[in-house]
């Protein structure tokens, strides 16, 4: 059994979740529900620590913001992201595990960080979220990448608008960087 709130949510009732199988950091629950009409139904999802995402943004007259191209398996092609990781250690305040990822991908620390916000991008499958941070103020460090996927990355600088357009024209379609450097343009004109 996973332990989780079966405190009931807008009429819903939850009975404990089961766990149906466990990875190293997610687990595949089974749970069974009670709808506000009284019906039962059963659905299966992810459970996730969540994970971090970083805008480093280096300021100037034309900000310029440092983002990864790397093989993402799931979708078997390369993406441009921002530095992000898994929150792996239990406990562990977010801006810590944001700060540390930063350092360890790209080799970045940072003297000012904001808090952007905080997302779940597949709500009826997972749980999972993401906390976007800003960095600024940025200095280079030595860095240490870890696996396959970090050793082949690349750390590619654009400017702020350059990859707002690739937004807008898909280039970029992860939502975490999608997010993060629409907030930072908002951050950046004052809203």
Known sequence: MTQ????????????????VH???????????FIDPDGEAFTRSFVLSPGAVGVVALRDGAQPRV???RQ????????????????RDVEGEDPLI?????????????ADHWQRLGKHTSAPGISNSSVEVFLARQLRDVDHDRH????RHMTIEEFTLQEALAMVADGRIDDAKTVIGLLLTD???RGG
């Open 4 to 19: 989780r709130s079966t405190d009931p949510v807008g009429g819903f009732r939850s009975q404990p979740l089961v766990t």
């Open 22 to 32: 466990e990875w190293a950091m997610w687990s595949l629950v089974r749970g069974d």
């Open 66 to 68: 440092v983002l990864v």
């Open 71 to 86: 093989y993402r398996p799931a979708l078997h092609r390369m993406t441009l992201e921002i530095p992000a990781g898994m």
């Open 97 to 109: 595990t944001a700060e540390r990822e930063l350092r360890e991908e790209v080799g970045i620390e």
């Open 147 to 150: 696996g396959p996927e970090e």
């Open 186 to 188: 908002r951050v950046l």
